[in-house]
């Protein structure tokens, strides 16, 4: 299985490299009065660097652990005008969207970001990363902006999950005439809304009708199944991270460059970063009673029988979380075989 998941990404980037190359002659045309806002004259290189935080201490919960263990999928960025989103919160998720947040299929988001490129001229470029095998982890790429496309999005997909993901939506790395130079987000986790599982592994089942695409909070959603609810907690500590390093290049008005791909290896004090998440406490979760067991004990006279009554874990508590009540409970009672038949 592990060797047909590595061939089947290998696949991935090589198709998708194939589709930048046909994407990066898409033409660029003047867009809506927001972009104009930017007035840099000459374009923007930047290192985009995400960094997963999805660990047991940070989200002890359910942490997939195999089959498979918690990683993230390829990341797919655009680099647009205003006139253009590849998702955002409170919308309906389109299809490319939701093929990639539930499978990490990109081909009909790819498509859609093709399309409207060609038809408003809305998108410069499209670039991708590779995938991050492990909760924990950094991967990187290069790309290049422009001021009448100056806004930056991205989709990242929590693997495994129903329809969960990270990511920015037209995010400004323009202010007035000059590009920003370091840009650094703290990302949390967002539901597609196109299935129902509250669970990292839940088996897949369509939301009927769709929902919008909503933040995934400490709270909500409000079930005690889904492997975010800590009510313990006022926030979710933050699962991935976002930094934003501009190269500096003397090329002006340069046609878009070749986009490139690695796997970084942390440093030691980005390593000492990942390992100083929140621990978050988890309570320890139990089933509910079962019912009282039959009454034993022997027919004697100012002798009583026990009946019992169990329930089991359903989590067990980390970080210092609230320990496991009780999970048996015993009543005195009349043996069920005595005269008198036995007491509740």
Excluded at 46 to 60: D, I, V
Aim: charged letters at 20%; glycine letters at 6%.
């Amino acid at each position: 299985m592990e060797k047909m998941r590595t061939a089947c990404e290998t696949y991935f980037l090589q198709s998708l490299t194939l589709m930048l190359t046909l994407l990066s002659g898409i033409s660029t045309m003047p867009v809506s009065d927001a972009d104009s806002l930017c007035s840099a004259l000459s374009t923007a290189k930047y290192r985009l660097t995400f960094t997963g935080k999805w660990s047991k201490t940070a989200f002890p919960k359910q942490f997939p652990i195999y089959r498979p263990p918690a990683q993230w999928s390829p990341l797919i960025g655009v680099t647009h005008s205003s006139d253009y989103h590849i998702w955002q919160e409170n919308l309906y998720a389109s299809n490319g969207v939701r093929e990639f947040s539930e499978k990490g299929e990109a081909w009909t988001l790819i498509k859609e970001v093709e399309a409207a490129g060609e038809r408003i001229q809305s998108v410069y470029g499209l670039f991708s990363s590779p995938a991050v095998l492990g909760g924990t982890g950094q991967t990187s790429t290069e790309f290049e902006v422009y001021a009448r496309h100056n806004l930056l999005s991205f989709i990242v997909r929590l693997v495994p999950s129903p329809d969960w993901f990270v990511g920015v939506d037209s995010l400004n790395l323009c202010e007035g005439d000059q590009w920003k130079e370091n840009i650094s987000l703290d990302l949390y986790p967002y539901d597609a809304g196109t299935d129902s599982g509250f669970t990292f592994s839940s088996p897949k089942y369509e939301t009927i009708p769709q929902d919008q695409i909503m933040q995934i909070t400490s709270s909500f959603p409000s079930h005690p199944a889904n492997s975010f609810y800590y009510p313990r907690l006022k926030h979710l500590p933050p699962i991935a991270k976002l930094m934003l390093t501009r190269i500096k290049s003397k090329l002006v008005f340069s046609l878009p460059i070749e986009h490139t791909q690695s796997n970084l290896i942390p440093t030691g004090n980005e390593i000492d970063e990942i390992e100083s998440l929140i621990n978050t406490p988890l309570d320890c979760e139990v089933s509910a009673w079962s019912p009282w067991g039959l009454c034993k004990g022997q027919c004697e006279e100012n002798k009583k029988g026990v009946r019992y009554r169990t329930r089991y874990i359903h989590i067990q508590p980390a970080n210092n979380g609230a320990a496991c009540p009780p999970l048996e409970e015993e009543r005195a009672c009349v043996p069920d075989n005595c005269e008198g038949g036995s007491t509740p």
